[in-house]
Nanobody, 123 residues
Framework: QVRLVESGGGLVQAGGSLRLSCAAS????????MGWFRQAPGKEREFVAA????????YAADSMKGRFTISRDNSKNTLYLQMNTLKPEDTAVYYC????????????????WGQGTQVTVSS
């Protein structure tokens, strides 16, 4: 129903910035709550940030508040994650998720996923 393709990852030094993009195909992108997640080797997937379908409401995990900003441009079917003041601990594969929901246990999940883009922060 929807395809998501992330881009913008790469290698950056600590303190630097990157902007990730997630290009979505499909006619209903603007109807979905969207999110960014990340996963480092040997670790579980971690929630990064979420945005409502119309872009009015946003939320970021505590460790990323003030550094990461999620946004979207529905006219371009694109989701963004601006990452500033990057730290080595931010190194992970970052995934774009579509149709974000919260289950009865408070766990965030998405029905659609991109392939991920690697972000590596060197010290």
């Amino acid at each position: 129903q929807v395809r998501l393709v992330e881009s913008g990852g790469g290698l950056v030094q600590a303190g630097g910035s990157l902007r990730l993009s997630c290009a979505a195909s499909g006619r209903t992108f603007s109807s979905y709550n969207m999110g960014w997640f990340r996963q480092a080797p040997g670790k579980e997937r971690e929630f990064v940030a979420a945005i409502s379908w119309n872009g009015v409401s946003t939320y970021a995990a505590d460790s990323m508040k003030g550094r990461f900003t999620i946004s979207r441009d529905n006219s371009k079917n694109t989701l963004y994650l601006q990452m500033n003041t990057l730290k080595p601990e931010d190194t992970a594969v970052y995934y774009c998720g579509g149709d974000l929901t919260i289950d009865g246990l408070g766990r965030r999940e998405c029905h659609y996923w991109g392939q991920g883009t690697q972000v590596t922060v060197s010290s």
